[in-house]
């Protein structure tokens, strides 16, 4: 598989964009993961850490290219894990986590991200992404409408507050 790993540019900053190293990262991982569970639910209660670490690492294993953090001047400022996976028999792309460090957030670099999956799924010639959110995150919900993303199933998994909702984009 041939995608590059390429940069995030918008008017205020310049990003770089490189492949998660599952050992040297945990930290960040984790730092990131704990911070979106707090965002999406307000809580970190139930959510099994270990269980997510090995998610990644077989995430990692699987599809190397598509766990990324980005930096700003050498330091994570935000994260992004793309994977590929089966739906109603059929292959689709999937966005496994979307992050970015709170003072990143409320200035445009969202789209930016979405633009990034757009790019990465069109490069592995997938046609059609989903992702999962909480229908309590007004946020990355207006986000994903704007960019073209359609609400498809309203899930309501154990031990979450809130329903979540899975939303297709159809490059
Ligand atoms: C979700 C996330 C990546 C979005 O990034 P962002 O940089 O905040 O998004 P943008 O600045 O590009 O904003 C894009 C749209 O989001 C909406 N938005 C942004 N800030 C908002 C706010 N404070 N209130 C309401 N809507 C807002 C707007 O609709 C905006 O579109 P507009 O510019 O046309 O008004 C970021 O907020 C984040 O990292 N959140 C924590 C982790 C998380 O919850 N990830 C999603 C898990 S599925």
New binding site residues.
Partial sequence: MNVGVNGIRNKRFNLNVRVVNFENDKNILIQFRK??EI??TGTLDGFDFKAYLNRVRERVNKLPIGQLIIEKDNIPV?QMGFGITNYESIEIGY?D?????PD??????????IRYADKFFSEINVSEYH????SN????I??YT?LGMVKIEEEYPENEKYPVWRMRKVL
């Fill in positions: 911070d979106t965002e999406n935000g966005v986590l979307l992050y970015l460090l990143y957030r409320g200035k445009g670099l969202g789209k930016e991200l992702l999962r959110v909480s995150n007004h946020i990355a207006n986000l704007h």
